[in-house]
Each structure stands twice: as structure tokens, then as C-alpha cells.
Nanobody, 125 residues
Framework: QIQLAESGGGLVQPGGSLRLSCVAS????????MAWFRQAPGKEREFVAA????????YYADSVKGRFSISRDNARNTVALQMNSLKPEDTAVYYC??????????????????WGQGTQVTVSS
């Protein structure tokens, strides 16, 4: 049974940084895709970033490219999301997800079978 636990959310001023972490227990291999999604109030859950089957295959939403960085520590089964130059529109609940989507469906929620409980990120002055 795979379980995910996020941490690191909080309140930050525009232009600031936060680092989210997700610990994955129960993973039997390192070939899963690990991803971050976010959901703002009244909006659908959207793709943020992913490591597609490998720590070397990194993908980002256009809205966060150049500001966010995803990384993985296989020894600790942890995936992190470093968020820099945060904007008010980054405010959302951020979710860690694990699954085995094909590449064409990697950015959709349907490709992931396991989700964390979410961590709130609020960007406000």
C-alpha cells in the first residue's frame, strides 16, 4: 500500500520561496511517475510538475517553468518541489501524486492512483 505525506506549505509573500516535500512509503520500485498538482478554490486540480518514470525526466506546467524545480531522493523515497519567485496566483492546495501514466496522460489527474492529503500554499502580502 502506497502512502504519501506532504509537508512544507505555508504563507509567503510574493517573490518569496517555499520548498514542499512528499514522503512516499510502500513504493516497490523507482519507475513510478511522481508528480505535483495544485487546486485553487473553485478551480480544477491542475498539473504542476512531474518526474516521469525517472528522476531525470522532468516536466513542468508553463505557468511555473523557470520558477519551480522538482527533484527526487530515491534513498528516502522523497520528491520535493522548490518554488521560487512565488506569485499570488500560485496560491492553492498542493498535492503529491504517484502513478504509472503514459506520457500523453502524465498531466492529467487520471493517470495517478495515489494522492497525498495536500498542503496549503498561500502567497499574499
Amino acid at each position: 500500500q502506497i502512502q504519501l505525506a506532504e509537508s512544507g506549505g505555508g504563507l509567503v509573500q510574493p517573490g518569496g520561496s517555499l520548498r514542499l516535500s512528499c514522503v512516499a512509503s510502500g513504493l516497490s520500485s523507482d519507475t513510478y511517475t511522481m508528480a505535483w498538482f495544485r487546486q485553487a478554490p473553485g478551480k480544477e486540480r491542475e498539473f504542476v510538475a512531474a518526474l516521469f518514470r525517472s528522476a531525470n525526466n522532468k516536466y513542468y506546467a508553463d505557468s511555473v517553468k523557470g520558477r519551480f524545480s522538482i527533484s527526487r531522493d530515491n534513498a528516502r523515497n522523497t520528491v520535493a518541489l522548490q518554488m521560487n519567485s512565488l506569485k499570488p496566483e500560485d496560491t492553492a492546495v498542493y498535492y503529491c501524486a504517484v502513478g504509472r501514466p503514459i506520457l500523453s496522460s502524465m498531466r492529467g489527474v487520471g493517470g495517478y492512483g495515489w494522492w497525498g492529503q495536500g498542503t496549503q500554499v498561500t502567497v499574499s502580502s
